[in-house]
């Protein structure tokens, strides 16, 4: 769904970690359009801005566990 914007961020990520470290961007396309202090001030100003869906929103952080999700189960034991 946001294969342009995620190997955009990929591709950047040094130069965004440099300009924007710590921030959460609404990414679209290849370019960010703002910048915010948590995940949920991102999501508010996407949904304010009816772009939920159109943009991507993404913690500047470095390494790959920026855009990298694992995910686990556990068995129950009877």
Do not use: W
Request: glycine share 8%.
């Amino acid at each position: 769904m946001f294969d342009k914007e995620l190997n955009y961020f990929i591709t950047h990520q040094d130069d965004l970690i440099k300009q924007y470290g710590g921030r959460v961007l609404l990414i679209k396309d290849e370019d960010v359009i703002s910048t915010h202090d948590s995940l949920l001030d991102a999501y508010l100003e996407a949904q304010k801005n009816g772009q939920l869906g159109e943009v991507m929103i993404q913690n500047c952080v470095p390494g790959k566990d920026a855009y990298t999700v694992s995910i686990a189960t556990v068995g129950l034991v009877a």
